[in-house]
């Protein structure tokens, strides 16, 4: 496909992924790109806590329509191909444990990562609306949702080692 013919989505990705913000968590070691095929991209974020504990958490993002509409973003699991299941309050931090719950969006629809700023979860009981501060619209950088997904990963990083502590 020539450049001329790459839709709009896929073109404005794009530039987004070959953004400095972006970029620079990948040299920081903050995440790596696993996989990428229009219109899905896998990533491996990996969380750090104060006291120096890691966290590695693979996702993955669906970024049609972008950045028109936010990806949708879920948990994932690169070798199974697939969604994990949810992780149980004895295996992660309370808000790992909600991000990743199990919910559905329009019925018996998946609503991906329980977050203002995921596609699936914005709508739901008006949290955009409720959290602006939180919520996605078509002037974020693709690197806002990185953070987002760093910040939770460092939060199970950290959760890990006061059990660890304990």
Not at 22 to 45: D, I, K, N, S
Not at 84 to 111: C, F, M, Q, R, T
Not at 127 to 144: G, K, M, N, S, Y
Request: proline share 7%; net charge negative; hydrophobic share 40%.
């Amino acid at each position: 496909m020539a450049d001329d013919d790459v839709p709009g989505d896929q073109a404005t990705l794009e530039a987004h992924l070959r953004k400095t913000s972006f970029c620079a968590g990948t040299e920081e070691g903050r995440w790596a790109v696993l996989r990428y095929e229009f219109p899905l991209f896998e990533v491996r974020v990996f969380g750090r806590s104060l006291l120096g504990g890691t966290c590695p958490m693979e996702f993955q993002l669906r970024c049609d329509g972008f950045p028109a509409i936010g990806p949708f973003v879920q948990h994932w699991d690169l070798a199974l191909g697939a969604r994990p299941a949810p992780l149980g309050a004895d295996k992660a931090a309370p808000s790992i444990v909600d991000a990743l719950k199990e919910w559905h969006e329009h019925g018996n629809i998946y609503g991906g990562i329980y977050r203002p700023w995921q596609r699936g979860a914005a709508g739901h009981n008006n949290w955009a609306r409720l959290r602006p501060d939180l919520a996605w619209h078509p002037r974020r950088e693709l690197t806002f949702i990185m953070e987002q997904l760093y910040a939770l990963a460092s939060e199970q990083a950290s959760w890990l080692d006061s059990r660890a502590a304990a």
